[in-house]
C-alpha cells in the first residue's frame, strides 16, 4: 500500500506523536495521534486494538498536557470499545 494509509507511514507519524509529547510538545502531538487514530479508525475499525491503542495514548498525552476534561473524554471512549471488544469475544 501505498499513499497515506501506507502501515509504515502510518507508525512513522505515531512514533513522531510519542517523541513530540515526550519533549512537553502536547499540542503537535495530540494532533498526530487524533490524526493517527482517525486514519486506523477508517482502515481497521473504531474498536480495533491498534486504534484503541492509539486513542489510549491520545489520552495519555492530553492528560500530560493537564486537559484533563478532553482526557476523561478520550479515556471513556478507549474504555467503551475496548468493554465492546471483550464482550464480544474478539
Known sequence: MVGADD???LRARYRQAVCLG???EHAQASRL???VAEDRA???????????DVRYDQ?????RAG????????FGEVAAGREGVI????
Open 7 to 9: 502501515p509504515e507511514l
Open 42 to 52: 477508517r482502515l481497521l475499525g473504531l474498536d480495533h486494538r491498534e486504534t484503541l
Open 22 to 24: 515526550e519533549t512537553g
Open 59 to 63: 489520552a495519555r498525552n492530553l492528560e
Open 67 to 74: 486537559e484533563f476534561v478532553e482526557a476523561a473524554r478520550w
Open 87 to 90: 464482550s464480544s469475544g474478539a
Open 33 to 35: 495521534w487524533a490524526g
